[in-house]
């Protein structure tokens, strides 16, 4: 009996083994739902040497390029497709289909549409996304060839210092955002109640600098809490001063502007603790809200309400202007650490070819026109003049909303413009200061590129340890960088976990590639 | 007197259950009184006090913001009403016609066919190939059979069912044999009419089942006219469940250069309310079925 | 105990025939008498198309735990990757933490559930009312139907140190301090099943009433003449007759035991990280060791070793209660 059982289980395992390696593979299956019929040339980029092609639209098959990104689907996406493939098709005879996909599914449908195959050309990745390793796996395709090709507009327009950052073992997978190339990091400030107490906040060089402004508001606003922070923003985690290669969860830190190339555990370094405890004494004077550790609320969804005064972000030029629309109070911003350019900032926003692109060309070619094309990019930004925007009479770069839209029911309002091209053809809107794109251009320049600023790590020998930590780290950060719990006695636990985890394999693992990057460098 | 005493419990017991339940049902009923206030109080007001059974400030927007796309609401309505019906039709046939002959005592090889099933219960091969049967072998992406499919038949109602239809006497059986009845007939007017109650249960829960699905919807479903209710309520609750948990991208995103803009706390009760929708009439409908016959025995005990 | 001895005949003329006569004659009535039944294995064939397609088909996914997957060479043609997907799962001082934690809650919330449910079918059972049972047994099932993310807000209201309801209302009224409900692990190992309990027990009353409506009456008529007092009837004929059904809840869902309740455990708590000591189990253990690597070989490996310990706890569950009563077993 028992025999038979196991019998009948074996033939159902390998007749399902069968049938899935039949249609699991690498992919190219016939069930494609799209763009199979219509395309069929993708091998064929193969020659050519490595001069930019000229592009003759006529001479090319029609294809359709799919777009994938995250945020939610839009109502009127079709009419916006539409518009945008009038463009495309007259200049590289493709069409677009834009896929939106929602945060809390994107990873899920990333790793699907990856891993059967399914067709996809240009698709959204950043460091934080796991980029490094869905590259390992081979998730797009290498495009310094495609780019001398067919991406020349970008190659013109693009500051070098996004396409160092953004490569891989000094090989290009993906293309970033091009926009502003670094991030300072610093706190936002109500700014009516700084000027109601005369605050100045001119002598602010580091964190405990900001003590005697939340002290001021802590005695005289009862109903204000002077620093809100939650459990993913920390002021402690935002304004740390460490470069941490776009992916906090991974041991091993450089200080900005160091020139040393030793790696260091942040939680060991005296700096760390010190913060902790001005956190922790902060948190017991009541300065900080008292749900920090367990708050799932995002500082500007309560900053609305008024009852916050501070709270850390990261920081560009006009950042405070940008949000006081949202929040619907003025702003300030204080900058605690200057602009660096690291692989974080580089990385945070690119777009890849899916290795599953029927035509890796033509999606280059689409990427291309973002970074070049105006009217294309804004189509995809803003929607269509007229139904979705109307220009600011007299400021052919400045938009508005039509009479009569409700700001909160816009039927083409992605939130996704810094994922797309190159953000300076982007319009403005009659709120930002007309020259944005002008100071974003001075921070780009006076911005410094960090030491180490291209290498990213690649956790594929390490990734046992890394979830382990993951789970130690959750348990841990939280808690301390919000000043919930005594530093003196929690963080000494932590570091002991932590290296008992494998702490110190990672950051040894780390820095034998860190070291390897630099060598190759010079 | 004697009679009352063996008909039914002392009053003073009677009492204390009531009183039981009355408590219990107050501490079931009252948050979802909670949160249906909740989705009607202003938010800057949530935000500030916390929740209130009576919203100091009275306030519409959550459902507003709602139903700003309300063809896109009442499309996947539709949807969730048209998977949910069939997939309960369906369902319902298909795990009463396998629990009955593994009900029966003289069927060979039901232990192996209880094992069949029941092993799906613990194994299951994984997102990546379950994707890939549904989307390369059934090329069912973007079809409604995605949502109702996977669902129709779930292992554990089988072998409860199994239970149920054990307790059917035997001799029932064999008289309708006797009468010259054939598996089928006996199953059609003998077994299933006896087992209303058990096919009414798992009619309401496999209704449940299909009505609060949204995974399915988000595994398959890349078209905004075949999305599910469920998923298009939930999937903003995913996504703060993404943002909120994930440092990284909450700081990637950060310095990418936008807030993901959440939606309020009142919205999201406003979601779990038109979420819940119609449903809960569900309940009441089956419930008909498996107390009616609680209540005529209780009134002959 | 008639259908028993006929099974029991069919089985033992099964060995006879084939002892007696040889393999040719007993395949033949084998045969034959597998033809007798092909109504019923016919009703039973959509279900099997089915549940092949739907899991048996996927299952060769399993290998995926002992790959190391990557995209180029497809998920079945990826490297083997050994063990090593499995390591991050015992290679940390927490595993035995998650282990126990996921065991014990899931044991207590078996147990719970039935108990409760089984007490609460039993109490509706004797109540007096024409619409009151069915009312209250609506109200029960209500916090089903709530997701846990909404149930996790509920319980911050309750339990948030600000202005939750527990520390503002009920605490000052015994003269206690506020608690931090948040930061004390010490709580969570009663608040949880309570909260289990709360959303799942109008689903398993439903079972209960259901069972009990098929009891014959003859039962307690017999039982009235005999004098026996409700309680008697209650725990002499009511609870016995809805034993099997208890045996099959507890064993199906002993089969899921290294399964938690994700929503439960990670978003009730808030994922505070003061209290991973007693809420963290194996479903949130690999939600945060997974979340920013996204590792099919990982996340498949953590599926394997938990349907693995499922495995062989129903097989010693289900062999035990053959040994009590065979008609029990599930299978």
């Keep these: 009996m028992l025999r038979k059982k196991k019998r009948l289980v074996l033939l159902v395992m390998l007749a399902a083994m069968l049938a899935l390696a039949a249609c699991g593979g690498s992919g190219g299956g016939g069930s494609d739902s799209k763009g199979g019929a219509n395309s069929g040339n993708g091998g064929s980029s193969s020659g050519g040497g490595d001069q930019a092609a000229e592009i003759d639209a006529s001479k090319l098959p029609p294809y359709e390029v799919i777009l994938m990104y995250p ?229 500007n969804e309560t900053a609305r309400t008024g009852r916050v005064f501070m709270w850390p972000e990261s920081l560009k030029p006009g950042k405070d202007k940008e949000m006081e629309s949202t929040i619907g109070f003025p702003l300030t911003q204080i900058e605690i650490v200057p602009p660096y350019i690291t692989t974080a900032d580089t990385t945070n926003s690119m777009i890849g070819i899916s290795r599953t692109s029927k035509d890796p060309e033509r999606a280059m070619m689409v990427l291309n026109l973002l970074h070049t094309d105006k009217e294309l990019l804004n189509l995809l930004d803003w929607g269509i003049e007229g139904v979705h925007y109307v220009k600011v009479p007299g400021n052919d770069n400045m938009i508005k909303l039509p009479d009569g839209v409700d700001p909160s029911k816009r039927a083409y309002n992605h939130g996704s413009q810094w994922m797309f091209g190159n953000q300076f053809l982007s319009y403005l809107w009659e709120n930002e200061a007309p020259d944005k794109w002008e100071q974003f251009r001075k921070f780009n320049e006076s911005a410094e590129p960090s030491l180490s600023l291209g290498f990213t790590f690649d956790p594929s020998n390490v990734k046992a340890e890394l979830a382990v930590l993951n789970n130690i780290r959750d348990e841990f950060t939280a808690a301390l960088e919000t000043g919930s719990v005594d530093p003196d006695e929690v963080l000494p636990k932590y570091i002991e976990k932590a290296k008992e985890a494998g702490a110190y394999k990672v950051l040894q693992e780390k820095q034998r590639q860190l070291d390897e990057f630099l060598a190759a460098k010079k | 007197m004697l009679k009352r005493g063996l008909n039914s419990v002392h009053p003073a017991t009677g009492a204390l259950f009531h009183i039981i339940f009355i408590l219990y049902t107050i501490l079931c009923i009252v948050p979802i009184f909670l949160v249906v206030a909740v989705s009607f109080t202003d938010e800057l007001t949530v935000v500030a006090n916390g929740y209130q059974f009576i919203p100091e400030k009275f306030s519409t927007y959550a459902y507003e913001f709602l139903f700003k796309d309300s063809t896109q609401i009442l499309r996947s309505y539709g949807v969730t009403i048209l998977v949910t019906a069939t997939g309960t039709l369906l369902g319902v046939s298909m795990m009463a016609m396998y629990a009955y002959p593994l009900s029966r005592n003289d069927l060979p090889f039901r232990g192996p066919l209880a094992f069949f099933v029941f092993f799906t219960m613990l194994f299951n091969g994984g997102l990546v190939s379950f994707y890939l049967v549904y989307v390369r072998f059934l090329g069912l992406k973007n079809s409604l059979w995605a949502l109702i499919l996977p669902l129709l038949v779930a292992p554990f109602f089988i072998l409860v069912m199994r239970t149920f239809f054990k307790n059917i006497p035997s001799e029932l ?98 979601m779990c309310v038109v979420g819940i929708g119609p449903i809960v009439f569900a309940y009441p409908f089956f419930q008909r079925y498996f107390v009616k016959g609680l209540l005529i025995g209780a009134i002959k005990g | 105990m008639l259908a028993r001895i006929r099974a029991g005949g069919i089985y033992s003329t099964h060995l006879d025939a084939k002892r007696v006569n040889g393999l040719a004659y007993g395949q033949s009535t084998k045969w034959r008498k597998l033809l007798k039944f092909w109504p019923l294995y016919l009703m039973m064939l959509p279900t099997i198309v089915l549940l092949l397609i739907n899991n048996y088909l996927p299952i060769a996914g399993l290998i995926i735990a002992f790959k190391n997957v990557n995209y180029v060479d497809g998920v079945f043609g990826s490297p083997w990757n050994g063990l090593n997907n499995f390591k991050f799962l015992f290679s940390t001082r927490d595993a035995w933490i998650i282990t126990r934690n996921t065991l014990l809650y899931n044991a207590v919330f078996i147990a719970s559930n039935i108990i409760v449910a089984l007490i609460f079918a039993l ?87 259901a069972s009990m409506v098929t009891i014959s009456h003859e039962y307690y008529e017999a039982a009235v003449i005999d004098g026996a007092s409700k309680w008697q009837q209650a725990i002499r004929i009511t609870l016995p007759q809805l034993m099997p059904l208890v045996t099959v809840l507890t064993l199906l869902q002993i089969g899921r035991i290294f399964y938690a309740d994700f929503g439960l455990f990670y978003q009730v708590p808030l994922n ?43 097989f010693l569950s289900n062999y035990i209660v053959r040994k009590l009563d065979r008609e029990n077993a599930l299978f």
């Design chain 1, 71 to 299: 945020g939610s689907p839009q109502p009127d996406e079709k009419l916006v497709e539409e518009a945008m493939n009038k463009i495309l098709k007259e200049k590289i005879n493709a069409t677009i289909d834009i896929q939106p996909i929602d945060w809390g599914a994107w990873n899920d449908k990333m790793n699907l549409m990856f891993a059967s195959g399914e067709k996809a050309d240009l698709v959204f990745t950043a460091s934080w996304n796991g980029h490094v390793d869905n590259v390992t796996k081979g998730a797009f395709v290498e495009l310094d060839g495609l780019l001398e090709k067919y991406g020349q507009g970008i190659l013109e327009t693009i500051d070098p210092f996004l396409l160092e950052g953004a490569r891989v073992k000094g090989k290009l997978y993906a293309v970033p955002t091009n926009k502003e190339i670094a991030a300072s990091w610093g706190v936002l400030v109500r700014k009516d109640l700084a000027d109601k107490y005369n605050m100045d906040f001119s002598n602010v060089k580091t964190l405990a600098d900001l003590e005697p402004f939340l002290q001021i508001i802590k005695e005289n606003e009862p109903d204000v809490t002077p620093l809100f922070q939650s459990s993913t923003q920390t002021l402690v985690g935002y304004v740390n001063g460490y470069d941490n290669f776009g992916d906090p969860g991974v041991p091993g830190s450089v200080k900005f502007g160091s020139t040393d190339p030793t790696l260091k555990y942040l939680i060991e370094e005296p700096e760390y603790l010190e913060n902790l405890r001005l956190l922790r004494s902060w948190y017991l004077k009541g300065y900080i809200n008292e749900d920090a550790p367990t708050s799932t609320l995002q500082a």
């Design chain 2, 173 to 270: 059986i064999e008289a309708a044999k006797i009468d010259g009845a054939g598996e089928f007939r006996i199953a059609g007017t003998v077994i299933f009419p006896l087992s209303v109650p058990i096919l009414a249960t798992v009619a309401l829960f496999t209704v449940l089942n299909y009505w609060n699905d949204w995974f399915m919807s988000l595994l398959f479903i890349s078209d905004d006219k075949k999305v599910s209710l469920q998923y298009l309520m939930y999937k903003t609750m995913l996504n703060i469940q993404y943002l909120t948990s994930n440092t990284q991208a909450a700081q990637g995103i950060a310095q990418g250069g936008s807030a993901v803009e959440l939606p309020s706390e009142t919205v999201r009760m406003a």
């Design chain 3, 123 to 209: 109490m509706l059972n004797e109540l007096r009312s024409r619409w009151l049972p069915k009312f209250y047994q609506a109200s029960m099932f209500f916090p089903f139907f709530l997701s846990m993310v909404v149930v996790s807000y509920l319980v911050f209201a309750f339990l948030s140190k600000g202005n939750g309801f527990v520390n503002n209302n009920l605490l000052p009224l015994f003269g206690m301090e506020p608690i931090s409900w948040y930061q004390e692990p010490k709580y969570w190992p009663f608040i949880l099943p309570l909260i289990n309990i709360w959303k799942n027990a109008g689903y398993y009353t439903v079972f209960f009433v």
């Design chain 3, 272 to 314: 505070s990280g003061a209290i991973y000591s007693t809420t963290n189990v194996i479903d949130t253990y690999v939600y945060r060791a997974l979340l920013t690597l996204g590792d099919f070989g990982m996340s498949s490996a953590a599926a394997f070793y938990q349907s693995v310990v499922g495995f062989v706890l129903v």
